[in-house]
Structure formats: structure tokens, C-alpha cells
């Protein structure tokens, strides 16, 4: 049976795993009306062990169902991040035409090649299900694609491009580009690695994506996981907008781009098949920090996924930015709205979503609670500054005062939304082209907000737990 899903921090609105350790999302695939949600998970400790891979499913992307543990380690290794896809044509050959398999692909680590410091401990293998994802069958040939000798070589992100399959692999300090026809035979590419990149620690969880402008102008986006070295210190993802001719990923604009400039926010990556229809690019990251992850105050479980986001990509001034929207399936969980007059008000819920319009060139926002506890959002100048120094237990980890800091170079400010729940914050500034999302341990829920530098037409939306 279900856990009751109360203990003290437990997110009330968000994915965590039922019990014990979680990390990075993986396989998101849509199928047969289901959006499948895996996860690396170690389900004998709330600290990062052997991995497996944990598994959930949704059919709104806000409400999940947990499901049994999907992929086990076996001889070749731990279960590491990895994709999903349904391989509609079978063209592996690992089912039937009728009934074509979900295909993992995903990375073995093997932790004895690791331990006696042999470079080629991490290999790629993939796993099948026949059955709407409810059973994963090994491929017999595993590994499918061999290490040439390099101790980082993980995190396969597959999709579909033209005519083949395409591989994003992190390679150490550069992003390998392999393709295939059948998902089991893969032929190296490419290499993307340029000088000017982000190389603060190793490169982790690609992912690669065309996406349209309103305008209708297409680009690649990569994206790039790396720890530390994020620009709030730590795990951060950055991407890279350009081209993809179906072999090489060709980069437009020379600037190292960061998709979220709160300290929790790590490697994400997009849901596969998603019907044309639907048509977005749907997002989920892991709502941590390797700085502290290990260590966070809570109990039975360890950590949460973020929102789920929508990335649409923008143009400022000749330049792009991929911008992550909640999605819109989160106003389900509205039940009350309420306006909020004033420079203050109280909150009688503790899940809550707050849209504040700014109208002057500072602004500040306060949630806290009577303890004194709290965070504080800051304009000031062009920066963005989060800090949740007093926010409630804070004394795991000495990096987890800090404020974080976001350069805004001149985006003007139009709106500002916050989620907060039992144990994060999650700030879209002009529905996300710029966010921060933030994990606190309060020691009692916030029940205040004040603000100064916003027009007196806030709303308050309280919102429903999922549970
Ligand atoms: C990223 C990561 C991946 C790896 C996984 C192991 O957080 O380090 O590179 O596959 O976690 O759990």
C-alpha cells in the first residue's frame, strides 16, 4: 500500500519516490496514454548506492502512480541515467510489428571495473518491455555499446532524427554523438566539446531537441548537466543553441547558457514521444545538488523532481533562449484563489502559488513563517538574488546559505510566479525565461508574504496535495 506521504519536508505537489534514495530522472517516455517517469534509485538506502532504475507513471504529469522497480543490476553492472523510446517500427527486432517495444537504453556501471580503476567500467545496454512498460526484459547482447577506454562514458539520450536513431553520450568533457538503425548497432559521429564551455566538473545527462520559435524558426538545443560548476555553485545544467545536421551539432551563439539559476535543478531531460499534437517539449529535472544531496534533513525518502516544464525557446534581441514553463496541467491543482491586497499578506495553506506583477525597479518578496524563518527573492540593479540563508535548517552543508545570484542583462522584469511547497521554491520570472528552483527545510510552514515593489494585484492560488 501507498505511505501516507506526510512526513515533515515530504513534497506534497511534486514527484518523490515512495521510500528511500532518489536521483537523476530518466526514460521519460509518452505511451498508450501514459507519461512514464523512471528514476535512479537505490531502494535499500536514502543515500546514492547501486543503482536501479525506480518507475512511475502519470496520465496528466501531476498525479503519479508508483510502480514496481523496473531495471535491476546484473553481471555487467549498476543501472545508470538513461533514455527511453517507443521504437514504433521495431526496429530493433526485440518484439513485433504488431506489438513494438518500449526500448530503454541506459548505462552499466560496473562497480568492480571501478573499484580495480579500469577505465572501461561504464558500457551502454537496453532493456525492452512488450507491455505498456510493466515489465523490462534484457537485451541478451548487452552491453550494446562497448567503452573505448574512457572512465566517464554515460547517460545515452536517444531520439529519433530523420532516418535513424541518434545517441547523446557524455564523454568525459565532450558531448559523442553515435547513430544507429535498430538501437543495438551504434557508429560514432561527432564530438562537441568547445573551448568556451562550461568545464567546471564532468559532463553529464545530454540531451538534444529541435524546438520552433513562435516565429516558426527552427534550432537544435543541447543540453549539458555538469558538477560541480554550476554558476550557483555545484550541479547546474547548461545548453547550447545551434544546428544538428543529423551527424554534428553545430553551435550558433558562443555563450554558455544556464537553464536555471537556483542551486536545485540537475539533469534534466525531455519526454520522448509526445504526440505531434500535444506538440511541446516536455521537461522534469531532479530537484537537487550533488553539494548536499546525500545530507538533506528528510527522513524517509531523499529528494524530489522538479515541476514539470514546458521549454519553449525565445528570441531577445537576435539571440535565443530556451524559457521552462510550469505546465498548464498544473492549474488542476487549484482550489482557492484569492487576491492579495497590499504589501502583506497572510497564507492559510501551506501549498501555494503566487503571481506578483513588479512595478518599480526593485522589487523584494518575503515568505516565512512566525519563527522568523524565511526566503527572500530580490531585485536589485540587474541581478536577481535568492537567499535562503534564514529559511530553516540550514546547517547540513556550509555552501547551503549562499545566496544565489541571477544576472538578468536587461530582461525587464513583467512577471514573477512562485510554487512553493512543503520543502521547495520554484521562481518563474516572465513564465520562465528566467527560473530559480530552490529546496528549504522549514521547521514550521510558512504562512507569510510580504512584499514591496508590486503592483497591489497579487494573486494567491492554493493549491491541492496529490496525495
Ligand atoms: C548525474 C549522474 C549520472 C549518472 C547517475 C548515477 O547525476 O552522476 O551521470 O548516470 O547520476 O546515479
Not at 155 to 160: A, E, N, Y
Request: glycine share 8%.
Amino acid at each position: 500500500s501507498e505511505p501516507e506521504f506526510n512526513e515533515p519536508f515530504r513534497p506534497q505537489y511534486h514527484f518523490t519516490p515512495p521510500a528511500m534514495w532518489m536521483n537523476d530522472p530518466n526514460g521519460m517516455v509518452y505511451h498508450d496514454g501514459e507519461y512514464h517517469l523512471f528514476y535512479q534509485h537505490y531502494p535499500d538506502s536514502t543515500v546514492w548506492g547501486p543503482m536501479h532504475w525506480g518507475h512511475a507513471v502519470s496520465e496528466d504529469l501531476v498525479h503519479w502512480e508508483h510502480l514496481p522497480v523496473a531495471i535491476e543490476p546484473d553481471e555487467h553492472g549498476w543501472i545508470f541515467s538513461g533514455s527511453a523510446v517507443f521504437d514504433a517500427d521495431n526496429t530493433s527486432g526485440l518484439a513485433t510489428e504488431d506489438n513494438p517495444p518500449l526500448v530503454a537504453i541506459y548505462t552499466y556501471h560496473d562497480p568492480v571495473g571501478a573499484e580495480a580503476k579500469r577505465d572501461d567500467f561504464q558500457t551502454q545496454g537496453i532493456a525492452y518491455s512488450t507491455d505498456r512498460g510493466r515489465n523490462w526484459l534484457k537485451y541478451e547482447g548487452n552491453p550494446v555499446l562497448k567503452n573505448p577506454g574512457i572512465r566517464d562514458f554515460r547517460d545515452p539520450k536517444v531520439s529519433w532524427v530523420d532516418d535513424k536513431w541518434i545517441m547523446s553520450l557524455a564523454v568525459k568533457d565532450r558531448i559523442s554523438f553515435y547513430s544507429s538503425p535498430n538501437l543495438i548497432d551504434w557508429t560514432h559521429e561527432s564530438d562537441f566539446n568547445p573551448s568556451w564551455a562550461a568545464y567546471g566538473g564532468v559532463w553529464e545527462c545530454p540531451d538534444l531537441f529541435p524546438l520552433t520559435t513562435a516565429g516558426g524558426e527552427e534550432k537544435w538545443v543541447l543540453f549539458v548537466s555538469i558538477n560541480p560548476g554550476g554558476p550557483n555553485g555545484g550541479s547546474a545544467t547548461q545548453y547550447f543553441i545551434g544546428d544538428f545536421d543529423g551527424k554534428q551539432f553545430h553551435v550558433e551563439s558562443r555563450e554558455v547558457k544556464w537553464l536555471d539559476y537556483g542551486a536545485d535543478n540537475y539533469a534534466g531531460v525531455t519526454w520522448s514521444n509526445v504526440p505531434e499534437e500535444d506538440g511541446r517539449r516536455l521537461f522534469i529535472g531532479w530537484m537537487s545538488n550533488w553539494t548536499y544531496a546525500n545530507i538533506v534533513p528528510t527522513e524517509n525518502w531523499r529528494s524530489a523532481n522538479t515541476v514539470p516544464r514546458n521549454l519553449e525557446l525565445v528570441e531577445t534581441n537576435g539571440d535565443y533562449l530556451v524559457a521552462s514553463r510550469p505546465v498548464k496541467e498544473l492549474d488542476m491543482l487549484r482550489n482557492d484563489t484569492h487576491k492579495a491586497e497590499g504589501s502583506g499578506f497572510s497564507l492559510d495553506h501551506e501549498l501555494v502559488e503566487i503571481l506578483l506583477t513588479p512595478n518599480q525597479e526593485k522589487f523584494k518578496v518575503e515568505i516565512g513563517n512566525e519563527k522568523g524563518e524565511r526566503v527572500v527573492l530580490e531585485k536589485n540593479g540587474d541581478q536577481l538574488v535568492f537567499d535562503r540563508s534564514q529559511s530553516g535548517i540550514t546547517d547540513f552543508h556550509e555552501a547551503f546559505s549562499k545566496p544565489h545570484t541571477a544576472p538578468l542583462n536587461g530582461l525587464k522584469i513583467k512577471d514573477v510566479r512562485i510554487y512553493l511547497d512543503r520543502s521547495s521554491v520554484e521562481v518563474f520570472i516572465n513564465d520562465g525565461e528566467l527560473v530559480m528552483t530552490e529546496v528549504i527545510f522549514p521547521t514550521e510552514h510558512y504562512n507569510r508574504v510580504s512584499l514591496s515593489g508590486f503592483s497591489a494585484d497579487s494573486q494567491v492560488h492554493y493549491l491541492n496535495s496529490i496525495w
